[in-house]
């Protein structure tokens, strides 16, 4: 009887063994099955996903993107073709864009770009809004307003530098003065640049702005009279060189830089005075244009209107 249970006993172990043996088994295959599936799909969706960005482009955020890589593919092709150039022209349009204040290192080719595109789209506008189709004026008008389109820009740095130069040379004389009483504090010229420069940024923000470039310049390690030119150069002042040239001889001679400011200070005052006077006397001779245009006509009207009526109705 010992013996049949301990069979028996024996038997169901090994079998409740042998099935959780089984169970076990069937559990892990199916893990691993569930985790490979699992996989797949993932490998699956990230195809799905780089088909579908690579036609994403039909969005208005994919045509925005594609939009923005062929203008820079543009502006990357002009400016090394155009910008890079060391011709005699392009030094000149790089020296108008840096006194106009463009600093940016592809502004020659955004300088030609825009040319090109105001004179195509003033000329294609005019095509399509001009009268008379077809006719030699109807070509004249669309040359002229293409011709007008391609100067735009350069009438535009032009107006930039001149008004940039008017406030250089406005601002100038302060410039001056105020280099001459950080000298006589004991400043050193560097630091009397930099002093000056934070002081005239409220009043004269693109003076300060070339101020502080003269600064950098000189603690990359520039010397005074190489920062000082290349500062005269992106004013266009003839002031400014002369304090250039000043600055350099006195350095060269051993002569007092206080005193040479002093005198180059008074000066500025005087040419800024004379600069004023001028204006005032011109004013006259400029006025007398309008003057003849919208006043005496209102005066001969007043004068004359009552013997006009009265010969009219014949009360004279």
């Known amino acids: 009887m010992d013996m049949s249970f301990t ?46 960005g690579n036609g994403a482009e039909s969005t208005p955020q994919g045509r925005r993107k594609a939009g923005l890589s062929a203008a820079e593919r543009i502006i990357n092709y002009t400016q090394k073709h155009y910008g890079s150039s060391d011709s005699k022209d392009m030094k000149v349009l790089r020296k108008r864009l840096v006194n106009a204040g463009i600093y940016d290192p592809r502004a020659v080719a955004y300088f030609f770009l825009a040319r090109l595109g ?4 003033l000329a294609g506008t005019t095509m399509v809004f001009a009268p008379g189709h077809g006719g030699s004026f109807f070509w004249m008008i669309v040359g002229g307003a293409g011709l007008f389109g391609y100067v735009m820009p350069s009438l535009y740095l032009d107006r930039r530098i001149n008004a940039r130069r008017d406030e250089h040379r406005a601002g100038f004389p ?10 006589d504090a004991g400043l050193s010229m560097e630091a009397a640049l ?44 003839e002031e400014a060189r002369s304090f250039a040239t000043l600055i350099q001889q006195s350095e060269e001679l051993g002569s007092s830089i206080t005193e040479a400011l002093r ?3 008074d000066d500025m005052r005087h040419k800024r005075l004379s600069r004023a006077e001028e204006k ?20 001969f009207v007043v004068i004359l209107l009552p013997v006009i009526v009265r010969f009219m109705t014949g009360t004279y």
């Open 7 to 52: 069979m028996f006993g024996d038997a169901t172990s090994t079998m409740l063994t042998l099935m959780i043996f089984l169970a076990t088994t069937v559990l892990t295959f199916a893990i691993m099955a569930s985790i490979r599936v699992h996989g797949a799909v993932r490998r699956r969706a990230a195809g799905i996903g780089g088909k579908l």
């Open 118 to 121: 105001l004179a195509v789209g």
């Open 174 to 183: 302060d410039f001056m003065d105020l280099l001459v009483v950080c000298a």
């Open 194 to 237: 930099d002093r000056v420069g934070r002081e005239l940024g409220d009043s004269y923000p693109s003076l300060c702005a070339n101020i502080h470039m003269a600064n950098l310049e000189i603690r990359a390690g520039r010397t005074m009279t190489e920062a000082l030119e290349h500062l005269a150069d992106r004013l266009g002042l």
């Open 263 to 265: 005198v180059y200070s």
């Open 280 to 299: 005032a006397y011109s004013l006259p001779a400029k006025l007398s244009l309008p003057m003849m245009v919208c006043i005496f006509p209102v005066l």
